[in-house]
């Protein structure tokens, strides 16, 4: 993805924590190990992070670490869904989705009783493209649509969802969150969700 | 799964057996267990191949073993040879021997004497090692302490303390002067060292990274970046140091 990068030295500074505390949060799985970016610099071979990614994460870790143990953080920040099951309007109550995204969900779906972590973050995706303003109700469909019919595929992984349109034609995709995606000129990213911070946003709302 | 109704395996002499779940599993002789293993405890004295995975609340080698497949304990030692084709996973792991991991190796607490190969990352608490070892990838571990017999090759080392050193004392000390006299390398090469408190000796690095160091004698560092202190002993050869 050509999201900002930040090198571990920098980041070490800016953040303020130590090299010790780095290594220990990736060694509890706090920091996945796809965002430890090996590359060439000219120092030799440097280490390199998703700026914003970690940058957010950090922030969280050292926000709750006093509270919550490192394997409860753990569980928190891994992509892998929670047993947590909520019924439609529980959904729109607890401000996780809005009506229209729901709806959009809903339709697709049938009626549904409760709704299992993996729907539930569906929903929560489609809302935050359409909350976003950019992405139109028959797009917001199309991208239901996809999470549905291949959220499978990325079980436990990260994934970015990008909706993109060109000559006013509206397409969508998902992509593991180590690709590299460049698309030619004509072709406008009107939104970009990652699937992995929406499940840590999920589960800090379902807590 | 209720213990009482696993069973024992037991094999005395020379035998074969089907893998499966048990309670406690014994070789004693020469054993070959054909399918993966679950059980409470693991016990081998002689040569054993398990051919499959091993999970075990408690085992031992006295011995020669191949594991063809993940090892996962929550205690488990190996006095002799052990080959494990797969990673390991084991909360507290000892080790005394030759011993080769085709994977892996995540710990709470590793004690390692002999000689270690990991050819993938090793993680833990804590880590001690009086011995060799080779990890093909990262060491990352709280705190490390190596005490250095022979020659010891980490990609990279990452941690809060880190401290490399030689065994020392009388008899020590006349010992490693042979070695180094008939030219027995006893060093830790690696390139990349990163803690918060760093110690080393005898240490051949490309980058050195911390809070405070303190390089001791032997040591051959290329770069040396450090936050507050900076301790090198005229022993130490150092090409740049910055504090940053």
Redesign the interface.
């Known amino acids: 993805m050509d999201a900002e990068l930040i090198s571990k ?1 920098d980041l070490l ?1 800016l953040t303020g924590i ?3 505390q ?3 949060w ?2 509890k799985n706090l920091i996945p190990e796809e965002w430890f970016i090996r590359k060439s610099a000219f ?3 440097e280490t390199f992070f998703p700026r914003e990614r970690i940058l957010g994460r950090i922030d969280r870790i050292k926000n709750m670490k006093d509270d919550l143990s490192l394997d409860d953080l753990a569980n928190m920040f891994s992509p892998s869904p929670t047993e947590a099951r909520l019924t439609p309007d529980e959904v729109v109550e607890k401000g996780i989705a809005s009506r229209p995204a729901l709806e959009i969900f809903l339709k697709d779906e049938g009626h549904v009783e409760s709704l299992t972590f993996d729907m539930i973050l569906s929903a929560f995706i489609v809302h935050k493209a359409l909350e976003s303003g950019e992405v139109t109700i028959d797009e917001a469909r199309l991208v239901m649509h996809t999470l549905k019919e291949h959220h499978g595929r990325f079980q436990g992984k990260d994934f970015t969802l990008l909706c993109l349109r060109k000559q006013g034609i509206a397409t969508c995709c998902l992509a593991s969150s180590t690709a590299d995606l460049v698309f030619e000129p004509g072709i406008k990213i009107v939104s970009r969700i990652s699937a992995g911070s929406c499940t840590e946003e999920l589960k800090m709302k379902l807590s | 799964m209720e213990q009482s109704t696993r069973h024992d395996l037991k094999i005395y002499g020379v035998g074969d057996a089907t893998g499966g779940e048990f309670n406690e599993v014994s070789i004693n002789g020469q054993g070959d267990v054909n399918g993966g293993v679950v059980c409470a405890r693991f016990n081998l004295n002689g040569e054993g191949t398990v051919n499959g995975p091993l999970k075990a609340q408690d085992g031992s080698v006295l011995g020669t073993t191949t594991i063809k497949g993940a090892l996962e304990a929550d205690r488990f030692k190996i006095f002799g040879t052990a080959r494990i084709v797969g990673d390991v996973s084991v909360k507290d792991l000892d080790i005394d021997g030759t011993v080769t991991v085709h994977g892996g190796v995540k710990s709470d607490a590793i004690n390692l004497r002999g000689n270690t190969k990991i050819h993938g990352n090793c993680t833990a608490e804590r880590f001690d090692c009086k011995g060799s070892f080779t990890i093909d990838g990262l060491l990352n571990a709280g705190k490390i302490d190596i005490t250095l017999y022979g020659s010891t090759k980490v990609k990279e080392i990452g941690g809060e303390t880190i401290r490399v050193r030689k065994e020392s004392g009388p008899i020590a000390n006349v010992v490693n002067a042979i070695l180094e006299k008939l030219d027995f390398k006893q060093r830790l090469e690696t390139d990349t060292i990163e803690g918060d408190e760093v110690s080393l000796e005898y240490t051949r690095a490309g980058t050195v990274r911390g809070n405070h160091v303190r390089l001791g004698d032997g040591c051959e560092i290329d770069l040396v970046e450090y936050k507050g202190t900076l301790d090198q002993a005229p022993g130490a050869m150092v090409k740049e140091a910055k504090k940053v």
């Open positions: 030295r500074e130590s090299y010790g780095l290594y220990r990736k060694r120092t030799g071979q």
